[in-house]
């Protein structure tokens, strides 16, 4: 993998050079941010997680089980209790609900985990230690030979520094 | 995470600012915060006192539980028909405690409520630890601790399963499902903090584990939109799952016949008290550490009043539990009902019933005075007063209850064994030993979330263009 990385102190600035980049369709673009900002997200305009299919078919699979558990059990080892139905379902509902937010739950993690790629093992490359503790940076995946065009354009938008990683 | 950050709102005219205006004015970069939050990680006398201590009190309820294994459940000071005692108390003791956390962590961030962001890591801490101790005390009263697998339905040789029409198994779903979640969302919410630490770290293999605590996680804005998507399902869950898990503990009572137990009002008087003794445990715990670190412009006095009113609201709810009760139990024109709400507060139990109504309802009535709301001793005190009165209120709820059943001939007394007591103790041991190896390994505050609310350098810097 090789590409270009920039640093930039400003949040302003990070964010022009992405409407920037954006305009003239540079593809491979990730961008560093210490902590969520939406003028981030408004510059980048992504399309919307799909964390929420992960959810979705987590939570229904945990419901479902909750009460086929409860359900095949009590079927199978018969315990008549109060004069209540052998499965009842009103108890029941209480397996269902904390098995829905626990399979959900985790289903949500797992589906977070996969769109956002990790753990990852390798964090150095197209990567600077100041993007957790202050500043902001955009990193493109791109060949040697488009190397000084973006540098001149991220440099113009005030880009501190600016480094071809290959 | 993500989106609790609001504008600071106008010109502030009194200092009982909106709760959910509250931002950090003496903190202005994302340099500040890594540093003094990361400061709080040293090592330093206080802490190893506090540490040392907790180990003790540890070691207290560890030899307890031997002594109780070796000879027997004879030792906890049951005396029929009083057959749950200190442990259950003490059981629903800290799974209310475990509620203040999540209902900051995920209720308030669904609210856009600003003050849990400097407070939420360390009540998430304390959720986590508080059902930890909980989880214990079942495991301790069963006796057998080691038989306690056959609680959990799985596929065995002898082909039996728990009945799932019993709240005490109920409780096993709920407290696992709670404990999962909570602990999830606790590591999660590290793990854009790891990431800081892993930078900033120079010994290698204190940066190695961090580099594997962080899962890799290097900000970038895929990681940030997930990861904010995932936070907000999260938060979605959880708070549905903190108003279920005292509810489900209330039904250990409620489904029995038992005279004050039988209520359908259980279930939102228990969730309202645990949230009450959650947010005074976080107190306990948050007014010392912002003294002692130097992070009173972190959790400042905007903070301790906007919990203080969560306090006193949920005081009040509290405390018409309590009246409801006692309206209830006079309009069913139930006997046995009536006759145990008089013990409670002028019979045999009197004692007990009115530390309980005197630390729950009418101390917290203090919080009525802006000047209290603000006063951080004042605060620190009456959380103790309110978990004192808090465990009483598990106590008068459970003792009372079973030693004044429906015939008259079975009507006892009950006194905790010394047994007992050193549980009460080590369980205070066991949270504040986790708790306390916790601050001193992961930032207390979190770190990432608390840069949303700076005002982030813009190229014409004017400040507050978040």
């Known amino acids: ?75 199978y080892w018969p315990l008549q209790v109060g004069g209540k139905a052998i499965a009842s379902w009103i108890p029941y509902t209480i397996m269902g609900f904390e098995m829905f937010v626990m399979v959900g739950c985790l289903s949500t993690v797992a589906g977070m985990f996969i769109n956002a790629q990790i753990p990852r093992l390798v964090t150095n490359f197209g990567y600077d230690a100041r993007f957790t503790h202050g500043d902001y940076g955009i990193w493109i995946e791109t060949t040697p030979d488009k190397f000084a065009e973006l540098e001149a354009t991220l440099k113009s938008h005030g880009a501190v520094e600016v480094r071809g990683e290959r | 995470m993500a989106t609790t950050a609001k504008p600071v709102q106008g010109k502030i005219k009194r200092p009982n600012i909106p709760s959910a205006g509250i931002q950090v004015p003496a903190v202005s970069s994302f340099e500040q915060v890594d540093d003094e939050i990361l400061a709080t990680l040293k090592p330093s006398s206080k802490w190893f006192m506090g540490l040392g201590l907790a180990i003790a009190a540890m070691l207290v309820g560890a030899s307890a539980w031997t002594y109780q294994i070796y000879w027997g459940l004879g030792n906890a000071g049951y005396v029929p028909p009083v057959m749950w005692g200190v442990y259950i108390i003490t059981f629903v003791f800290w799974v209310g405690i475990g509620h203040a956390g999540t209902l900051i962590s995920a209720i308030l961030y669904l609210f856009r409520a600003g003050f849990r962001t400097t407070i939420y890591r360390a009540s998430e801490a304390m959720t986590v630890f508080a059902v930890m101790t909980a989880g214990l005390f079942p495991i301790i009263h069963i006796g057998r601790p080691w038989k306690f697998f056959l609680l959990i339905p799985y596929p065995n040789w002898r082909l039996l399963f728990p009945q799932f029409k019993s709240p005490l198994l109920w409780d096993v779903f709920a407290i696992s499902t709670y ?17 800081v630490m892993r930078d900033k770290e120079t010994n290698p293999i204190r940066k190695r584990i961090f580099a594997m605590l962080s899962l890799g996680w290097k900000n970038t804005d895929r990681e940030w939109r997930h990861f904010a998507k995932m936070y907000m399902f999260l938060a979605a869950f959880s708070t549905p799952l903190v108003l279920s898990v005292h509810s489900v503990v209330s039904f250990d009572f409620a489904m029995a016949l038992t005279p004050g137990w039988h209520t359908t009002i259980f279930p939102p008087y228990f969730v309202g008290g645990a949230i009450f003794s959650g947010f005074a445990m976080v107190w306990t715990i948050l007014i010392p550490i912002r003294k002692w670190w130097n992070l009173e412009h972190y959790v400042t006095l905007n903070h301790l009043d906007a919990t203080a009113k969560v306090v006193l609201f949920t005081s009040i709810m509290v405390g018409s539990g309590y009246l409801s009760e006692f309206f209830i139990a006079w309009f069913s024109g139930v006997a046995p009902e009536q006759e145990y709400f008089w013990n409670r507060v002028f019979g045999q139990w009197w004692w007990a019933g009115w530390i309980l109504l005197l630390c729950n309802m009418i101390f917290p009535l203090s919080l009525f005075s802006q000047k209290l709301r603000r006063n951080p001793t004042w605060l620190f005190i009456l959380s103790i007063i309110i978990n004192i009165g808090m465990w009483y209120e598990r106590f008068v709820i459970v003792v009372p209850s079973l030693s004044h059943e429906f015939e008259p001939w079975q ?30 390994q992961m930032p207390v505050i979190a770190i990432a979330e608390v840069k949303e609310i700076v005002p982030p350098k813009m190229k014409n810097d004017h400040g507050g263009h978040h």
């Open chain 1, 1 to 75: 993998m090789q590409g270009v990385l920039a640093v930039f102190p400003q949040l302003d600035a990070v964010c022009d050079a992405i409407r920037d980049l954006k305009a003239r369709k540079v593809p491979k673009v990730t961008v560093y941010s210490p902590t969520i900002h939406h003028e981030i997200d408004d510059a980048i305009d992504a399309p919307t997680s799909v964390v929420r299919v992960f959810t979705l078919i987590g939570a229904s699979l945990g419901v479902t089980f909750g009460y086929w558990v409860s359900i095949w059990s009590s079927q």
């Open chain 2, 179 to 195: 404990l999962t979640i909570s602990t999830t969302f606790l590591y999660l919410g590290l793990i854009p903090d790891f990431a």
């Open chain 2, 411 to 440: 009507w006892t007394h009950y006194t905790p064994s010394w047994i007992d007591m050193c549980f009460l103790v080590g369980s205070f041991g066991w949270f504040f030993m986790w708790f306390l190896l916790f601050i001193k």
